[in-house]
């Protein structure tokens, strides 16, 4: 009895320390890793989540810190890695943080972290110089032929190299794939005209599209996108490419469920705020809510359908 009494008491004791370790938090800024570089619409995403919420939840501050390199892995990493106490959480993007699992490269699983949710979408592209010769997928095609076509993706097991590999297959073309640092470097080389061709995501690309900077030739979805409905899809041009990116939030596993909770409602309570829905509909950003729940199974198959494609043809 005396046994089960200090027992009791000292689960108790370790309740109510866990209650008031959440009463207190947050005592300090909360790090956002985000797995890229600066100016890119992850990064976006993550600062417009960050003003929203220092707006709306008094006693929170965000930082930001930018981790580009390797497809988002080096980043990926450092959240899987980061001290579970809640004080870093860090973005996620797909299919780039559950290839870097099925290549064998990563140093963490999905287990490392706790899915907190989605955020946006993001359509694939395929994007030429404004000046450019290539007017579609065809000519595209036809392009590439010679075997010395220069396409930049966003690293290697990213959404835009699989959707690359994608289109050499069907077309019976091989590009010359360059692999940038991140859609910032892409931007630059379509810009530069430092490359034929770059396979993208829509929001990091329409601005430029719109104002005449540049060109993209296809959108890579079933149906065109509706807040760029001129742009023809890769399949209505003969080619059936799809691919789209999601980008969510991560917490590094482990953390005292009591501050867990607050951050997970305070992404959904975000997520619905009309601020914020304002202005990432002003950055182009498409928004695709997700529960933590439902993410981590959205991650869970992805991972299992793109261990297939690596299967067949590992990169």
């Known amino acids: 009895m005396i046994r089960k009494l200090i027992a009791a008491g000292?689960?108790?004791?370790?309740?109510?320390?866990?209650?008031?370790?959440?009463?207190?938090?947050?005592?300090?800024?909360?790090?956002?890793?985000?797995?890229?570089?600066?100016?890119?619409?992850?990064?976006?995403?993550?600062?417009?989540?960050?003003?929203?919420?220092?707006?709306?939840?008094?006693?929170?501050?965000?930082?930001?810190?930018?981790?580009g390199g390797s497809g988002g892995q080096k980043g990926f990493e450092a959240i899987a890695r980061a001290e579970a106490d809640g004080y870093t959480i860090g973005m996620n993007f797909t299919p780039q943080m559950v290839a870097h699992v099925?290549?064998?490269?990563?140093?963490?699983?999905?287990?490392?972290?706790?899915?907190?949710?989605?955020?946006?979408?993001?359509?694939?592209?395929?994007?030429?110089?404004?000046?450019?010769?290539?007017?579609?997928?065809?000519?595209?095609?036809?392009?590439?032929?010679?075997?010395?076509?220069?396409?930049?993706?966003?690293g290697i097991g990213s959404d835009d190299f699989l959707a690359a590999k994608a289109f050499e297959k069907q077309a019976g073309v091989t590009f010359n794939l360059l692999p940038t640092k991140g859609s910032t470097e892409q931007k630059a080389g379509i810009l530069g005209g430092h490359v034929d061709a770059a396979f993208m995501n829509?929001?990091?690309?329409?601005?430029?599209?719109?104002?005449?900077?540049a060109r993209i030739i296809a959108i890579l979805t079933e149906a065109r996108d509706a807040s760029a409905d001129q742009i023809p899809t890769a399949k209505e041009q003969g080619f059936e490419v799809y691919m789209s990116a999601t980008r969510g939030f991560v917490a590094p596993a482990g953390i005292d469920a009591g501050i867990q909770s607050k951050l997970d409602a305070m992404l959904a309570d975000v997520l619905a705020d009309p601020a914020f829905k304002k202005k990432t509909a002003a950055s182009k950003i498409a928004l695709l809510p997700m529960s933590g729940p439902d993410y981590t199974a959205y991650l869970q198959q992805l991972q299992a359908e793109t261990q297939e494609v690596y299967d067949a043809a590992p990169w």
């Open 102 to 154: 099925v290549s064998g490269r990563a140093d963490y699983t999905l287990d490392s972290f706790h899915i907190m949710g989605n955020v946006a979408q993001d359509a694939g592209i395929v994007a030429v110089p404004k000046d450019s010769a290539i007017q579609s997928m065809a000519g595209l095609a036809e392009a590439a032929k010679g075997g010395d076509l220069t396409v930049s993706v966003n």
């Open 202 to 213: 829509l929001s990091q690309m329409i601005a430029q599209h719109n104002a005449g900077d």
């Open 10 to 67: 000292l689960a108790g004791t370790m309740l109510v320390g866990t209650a008031a370790f959440a009463a207190d938090y947050p005592d300090q800024a909360v790090t956002i890793i985000v797995p890229s570089k600066a100016g890119g619409s992850t990064d976006t995403t993550a600062r417009i989540f960050a003003e929203v919420a220092e707006s709306k939840y008094e006693g929170f501050e965000f930082v930001i810190n930018n981790m």
